[in-house]
C-alpha cells in the first residue's frame, strides 16, 4: 500500500510532506525495503509521509481466501446436511418396536406393536389451554413491539438531555440493586414454601453479599467520577451522530433477522442428521437387545455445523460493525455539517458484502476462534488442573488472545474507512493512534458501562410496571414474577444491542478523529473539543489545558 504503481488509491493516500505546518506527520508511515540505500537528499520521499481519509472510490476485493473458505463451510454443511435429509432413517424412533431375532441374527420389527403417541392436535389444545402460556407469550410479544418506541425514546433522550438522563440514572443503579434484594428478602421470609427452600441464613447471607456487590457498584462511580462529564459528552456526540443515521436501524435489524433464516436450514439438517443410521443388535451379558446406532460422520457433521454456525455469528457481528462505522465515517467526513451523505448505508453494505467480504470473514474467523479457545480455558480452569505445566499453558493462551484482542481493536472500523485488507489495517490503526498520542486499546470504558446502567435501569422499571400489570389483570400469582423477569431479560436484549451500536458509534468516531489530527483537519469541531479531553492511558487523567487538538 502506498506505492506508486497503485494510482487508484490517490483519493485514499496523497503526499503531504511539502506542507511544514503539519507535525503530526513528521514521523515516517512506512519504513522503506531494506534493499534500497538510504541516499541523504534535501528533499524527503514522497511515499514517506501519508494520509489517510475516506475511500470513496471503487474499492478492490481484499483477503479472498477467507471468503473463498467461508463458503466452502457454508457448502459443506449444507450440501451435507441435505445428505442427511435425504439419507434419514424413518425408523430412528420406533426402537422399541424391534425386538431380536436369533433365527437371522438381527433385529426385526414386531408387526403387533404400534407406537402410541399423543396426537399433535391434543397438544396445541393443551398449550392453549394454559393462561400461563397465554400470558407468557402476549407479554413478550407486547414487549418486542414497545421496544422500537422505547429505543427510539432513549436516543431522543440521550441526544437531547444526555447530562440529565446520565445524572438522574446514576441514583437508580444503587437504588435499583437495593429494592429488589430487601423485596425478594421480605416476601420470600412471608412466604412459606420460600421460607422451607431458603432458611433464615441463606436469605441472610444472599443480602450481605448483594449489599456487597453494591458497595463495588458505588466505588465504581465514585472513582470514575472525574470522568462522567466527559462521558456524557461522549454519548451525547454518539447519539447525535446516531440520530442522523437512523436507516441503521432498519438495516441491522434486517441482518440479524437474515442471519436466523440462514441459521434455520442447519437447525434442520442438525435434527435430521440424528436420524442417520440404523438399528443393530447389542449384546449385554447372555442376551440381544436392540439399539439405535448413528452413523459415523453425524458427530463429525456436527462439530463442522456448529463451527460454521459459530463462525456465522461472528462474522454477522462484524458486518454490522463494517456498515456502521463505513456510515458514521461518510457522516464524519461530509463538508456539509447539516446534511447526511445520501446512500452511505446502502455504499457501506456494498463494500461489506463485496469488496471487503473476505476481511469481514476473516475478522469473523479470528474472534470465533478467541471465543472458543476462551471458553476451553475457562472450562479448564474450573476443573482446577493443577501442574506448573497447565499453569504455563493458560498463561501463554491468556496473553495470545490479549494479543489478538489488541490487534483486532478498531481494525474493523478503519477497514470500513480505508478499504484496506485485515492486516494492513490493523498495522495502520496501531500507527496511526500511536503517531498522534492515542491509545490504541482504550477510548471510554465508562460510558459502555453508564449505558449498560441505564439499560438495566430503564428494564427493571419496565418489569416493576409488567408484573403490577400482570397481578391486576391476570390469575398467573406467584408466575407474574417469572413473566415479568422474561418481559425484564427481552427488553435488556433489545436495548442492549443499541448499546452494541451506540458502542460502535464511539469506537467509528475516535478512529475519525484521528484520522483528523493526522491530517491536520477539523472535520467536526464538536467532536475535537470533547475527544481531546480522552486519556492517552488508563490511569491518565487529561487535562484540557495539556491537550490541543491536534491542527
Known sequence: MGSSEEPNKASL??????????????????????????????EPDQTQFLQISYNYGPRPFKDLPFLILFLLFVLCTFGFGIFAVVNRNPD???????????????????????????????????YSSSHFLKDLIWTLVITLI?????????????????KQVVYASLPFFVVMPIFFDVYWFVACT??????????????????????LFIGVIVWI????????????????????????????????????????????????????ARWNGKIVAKESGAEYYCVWKQDSWV????????????????AMVELQVYVISGTISQWYFAKDDDST???????????????????????????????????????????????????????????????VDFLNKFTINFAAITGETYCTSARMTYELLKRNLLSAVFVETV??????????????????????????????????????????VLLILVLGFFVHVLDNVIDTVYVCYAIDRDRGEVCKQEVHEVYVSLPIRRNHRPSLANRTLGV
Open 299 to 314: 458427530p463429525a457433521y456436527y462439530t463442522f455445523a456448529i463451527i460454521t454456525m459459530l463462525w456465522s455469528a461472528t
Open 92 to 126: 430412528s424412533s420406533s426402537v422399541s418396536s424391534y425386538s431380536y431375532d436369533s433365527s437371522s441374527t438381527s433385529c426385526s420389527k414386531n408387526s403387533t406393536s404400534s407406537l402410541q403417541q399423543l396426537p399433535f392436535s391434543n397438544y396445541l389444545e393443551l
Open 146 to 162: 414497545l421496544s422500537v418506541p422505547f429505543c427510539w425514546l432513549l436516543l431522543l433522550s440521550l441526544k437531547n438531555y444526555t
Open 13 to 42: 493516500l496523497h503526499d503531504s510532506s511539502s506542507s511544514p505546518t503539519h507535525p503530526l506527520l513528521s514521523k515516517s508511515f512506512p519504513s522503506p525495503p531494506i534493499s534500497e540505500p538510504q541516499l541523504e537528499s534535501s
Open 190 to 211: 412471608v412466604s412459606s414454601s420460600c421460607s422451607e427452600v431458603f432458611p433464615l441464613v441463606y436469605r441472610i447471607l444472599l443480602l450481605v453479599f448483594v449489599f
Open 341 to 403: 451523505p445520501k446512500r452511505s448505508i446502502r455504499s457501506s453494505l456494498r463494500n461489506a458484502l463485496g469488496p471487503s467480504s473476505g476481511t469481514v470473514c476473516l475478522s469473523g474467523l479470528l474472534i470465533c476462534a478467541v471465543r472458543v479457545v476462551r471458553a476451553a480455558v475457562d472450562s479448564a480452569r474450573q476443573e482446577n488442573l493443577q501442574g506448573i505445566v497447565n499453569i504455563m499453558l493458560r498463561c501463554c493462551v491468556n496473553a495470545l488472545l490479549t494479543a
Open 447 to 488: 460510558s459502555t458501562r453508564i449505558l449498560g446502567g441505564i439499560v438495566f435501569v430503564f428494564s427493571a422499571i419496565y418489569a416493576i410496571v409488567a408484573c403490577a400489570i400482570l397481578k391486576a389483570v391476570s390469575n398467573l400469582g406467584a408466575d407474574a414474577y417469572f413473566v415479568a423477569v422474561l418481559a425484564w
Open 221 to 272: 462511580i465514585v472513582a470514575n467520577w472525574y470522568r462522567i462529564e466527559l462521558t456524557v459528552n461522549i454519548i451525547g456526540i454518539a447519539s447525535h451522530s446516531l440520530s442522523r443515521n437512523l436507516g441503521l436501524f432498519v438495516v441491522l435489524p434486517c441482518l440479524t433477522f437474515s442471519l436466523v433464516v440462514y441459521y434455520a436450514p442447519i437447525v434442520v439438517f442438525l435434527v435430521f
